[in-house]
């Protein structure tokens, strides 16, 4: 079946400690993303990418950074420098950019403790 | 700035009754617009969009939208709820520039009651 995952669903990380989240598709979509979600703020783009080797920053990029080697993987790191990790982080990726709908994986549940 | 709103946190309907979720958009560009929906603890899953042509664009499980250029809305509705809409409900829209971003509204909670 075609789709996205990402992985883990629920990760821990202790306070000043990078960690990976990560996002694989077998959609063959060029276009990927990354999207923070908080309680009433709807999704805040980090990053996208639409062509392998190359990414953007999106709204909220500081205290994150991205790969993309290839095109069915996108990884984000959350570095120590994110003040508030904290959050549910959404994977997307859509054909030829963002005129088409986006499929999301499902969710990263980040908690710093 | 191009935008959504999202008026209403929560919308409570009866089973069996009609349902709407609101959207707004601010008034500039082209208003490329999208509905996804959420259910809990799991990713978006898109609903339908609106590009141009008919204002009332039919989606998946039985929900519609329909566009309204004066009133610069693309609310969501559907003729009879289940309790399986529950769900949370955003608007999206496409930006304009060399990279067409999506902006997301904050979402509207659904609450379906048998």
């Known amino acids: 079946d075609g789709g996205i995952t990402q992985s883990p669903k629920y990760l821990f990380r202790k306070e000043g400690q990078n960690v990976t989240l990560s996002c694989e598709q077998n959609?063959?979509?060029?276009?990927m993303y990354w999207y923070r979600q908080d309680p009433g703020q709807g999704l805040r783009l980090i990053y996208y990418?639409?062509?392998?080797?190359?990414?953007q920053k999106g709204d909220i990029a500081e205290g994150y950074s991205v790969s993309r080697e290839k095109k069915e993987s996108f990884p984000l790191t959350v570095t120590s420098a994110q003040k508030n990790p904290t959050a549910f982080y959404l994977c997307?990726?859509?054909?030829?950019?963002?005129?088409?709908?986006?499929?999301f994986g499902p969710g990263t549940r980040l908690t710093v403790l | 700035a191009q935008s959504v709103a999202q008026p209403e946190d929560q919308v409570n309907v009866a089973e069996g009754n009609p349902l709407t979720v609101k959207c707004t958009y601010s008034v500039s560009g082209n208003p490329y617009l999208f509905w996804y929906v959420q259910y809990p603890n799991r990713g978006l899953q898109f609903l339908l969009k609106?590009?141009?042509?008919?204002?009332l664009v039919k989606g998946s499980y039985g929900f519609e939208a329909e566009f309204n250029k004066s009133q610069t809305s693309f609310h969501l509705k559907k003729p009879s709820a289940l309790v399986s809409d529950s769900a949370l409900y955003f608007c999206a829209r496409l930006g304009s520039g060399g990279y067409q971003k999506v902006t997301f509204g904050t979402g509207t909670k659904l609450q379906v009651i048998p």
């Open positions: 990418s639409q062509i392998v080797n190359d990414f």
């Open positions: 609106y590009i141009t042509g008919d204002n």
């Open positions: 959609l063959n979509h060029d276009a």
């Open positions: 997307a990726s859509s054909r030829d950019g963002p005129y088409n709908e986006q499929f």
